[in-house]
């Protein structure tokens, strides 16, 4: 599926990928209890570009682990399509983010003894229908630097190569935790393309973590977040190249 460049397409007519209902997570307990997710409702629709924003500690990441199966929420509902992510058990788990999940964080977490090529290769082997190693690459504008070592490449080419990584198997769900967190201004606005232009091809659903507002506008909607609770939710009438973020 391929998503329309310019005027976003409304979440109502879009299939539902996740359905959030009254999630709560609580880390510790009695006096010493963190409500990191306080009762978070929401819905996520295939193909479409989220960026979750809030201050530091609002629920951002909790939530962003939450959906990626790396974490399990206290309470609530939480459905990745038919699939009970809240009853699901650590095989089943391993399985989702296998095979639907993509994980972009802000360190690259790349091997440096391995080429670009792989290093997203790693991936290619254990995926179900993955592209090439070669192709992820070239569509983050890394054709290039296909046999180039990490230590070869520059901060950004580095990130490069990790969304590469994350987007290989074809995930139907892309998660990135403030992806240009270690990043330049503009490296970061060369990694926020590469990210945008593998939601708009591949058509993945994609949820960006920043507390940078500027980047709001780059999304078809931006979810605030709130001690631990959606606070509003808006909805942009056309996505921002990145490339045009007033930074």
Known sequence: MTLPTSDAVTASTRDQVFRVRGLTKVYGTGTAAVHALA???????????????????????TLLNNLGGLDVPTTGELWYRDMDLTAADEDQLTRYRRDAVGFIFQFYNLIPSLTARE??????????????????????????????FPAQLSGGEQQRVAIARAIAK?????????????????????????????????????????????MADMADRVIHLSDGRVHHIRQNAQRAPASSLNW
């Open 170 to 214: 074809r995930p139907e769900v892309l998660l990135c935790d403030e992806p240009t967190g270690a990043l330049d201004v503009k490296t970061g606005i060369v990694v926020l393309e590469a990210i945008q232009n593998a939601n708009r091809e591949l058509g993945t659903l994609t949820v960006v973590i920043t507390h940078n507002a500027i």
């Open 119 to 148: 290093n997203v290769a790693l991936i290619t082997e254990i995926a179900r229908d993955p592209m090439p190693a070669e192709d992820a690459l070239h569509l983050v504008h890394l054709g290039a630097r296909l046999d180039h």
């Open 39 to 61: 009762g978070v409702d929401l819905d996520l629709h295939a193909g479409e570009l989220v960026v979750l924003l809030g201050p530091s500690g609002s629920g951002k990441t």
